[in-house]
């Protein structure tokens, strides 16, 4: 079982849509939650951070659940410039900490 | 203000060749990650480094693989012989330090193909 799991999708949507994906992690003594946003051909870049209380960014909420260990991301009123890859992010401890990625979910939002 | 830099951005080289990937973090970050994507494996963790010393090396696949950091603004990572196998973005990423919620920033990264 992969340490992150996520559905690869794709989920597409149309504009205005709202759409959940969600992620699963296996360690419980996990730290630290995210999601990183990465576009076709870039770097990753971080979307937002997760908290236990849950957090909400503009269109975007993200909730944390530990005692199911998953996380999940909400996207109301999608954009065509929200189509890309939503990447997972659980920080962990084994050792030495580290940031394990899901391998992703991809959005297209058509019009 | 610059972010990670990394180079070259792509590379492409025959099987056994020796391929060194470079990278120059964030001024300031105390932490320096390599990572590996593919698309059947997803973004994999190789090595980290923090203030220049390696932490965790448990993700390097094998003894082909090494990194080094000489300094707080230089990283490589080197591959000697290369195999097709190898071919895959690899990204570096700096960060702050190692506090809970702490953003990595990545680099564009290098796409590497072996022949």
């Known amino acids: 079982r992969k340490e992150v799991e996520q559905d690869p999708g794709p989920f597409n949507v149309p504009e205005g849509a709202t759409v959940a994906f969600n992620c699963t992690y296996s360690?419980?003594?996990?730290?630290?939650f995210f999601w990183y946003r990465q576009d076709c051909r870039k770097e990753p870049k971080l979307l937002m951070s997760?908290?236990?209380s849950g957090n909400e960014d503009g269109r975007f909420t993200a909730q944390l659940n530990r005692a199911s260990q998953y996380i999940s991301l909400l996207i109301r009123d999608s954009k065509l410039s929200d189509s890309a890859t939503y990447l997972c992010v659980v920080k962990a401890r084994g050792g030495t900490y580290k940031y394990i990625f899901g391998t992703g979910t991809r959005l297209k939002v058509l019009a | 203000d610059a972010g990670v830099i990394q180079s070259p951005r792509h590379e492409v080289t025959e099987m056994g060749q020796e391929v060194t990937l470079r990278c120059k973090p964030i001024s300031g970050h105390d932490y320096l990650f390599w990572y590996r994507q593919t698309m059947m494996r997803g973004l994999e963790l190789l090595i980290y480094?923090?203030?220049?010393?390696?932490?965790?090396d448990s993700g390097m696949p094998e003894d082909r693989f090494s990194a080094k950091m000489p300094n707080a603004s230089f990283s490589t990572l080197k591959i000697q012989p290369s195999e097709p196998r190898d071919s895959a973005v690899y990204f570096c990423?700096?960060?702050?330090?190692?506090?809970?919620?702490?953003?990595?920033?990545f680099g564009p990264g290098t796409r590497l193909t072996v022949l």
């Open positions: 990423a700096s960060s702050l330090d190692h506090r809970s919620y702490n953003e990595q920033f």
């Open positions: 480094f923090n203030n220049n010393v390696p932490i965790d």
């Open positions: 997760v908290y236990s």
């Open positions: 360690n419980s003594a996990s730290q630290s």
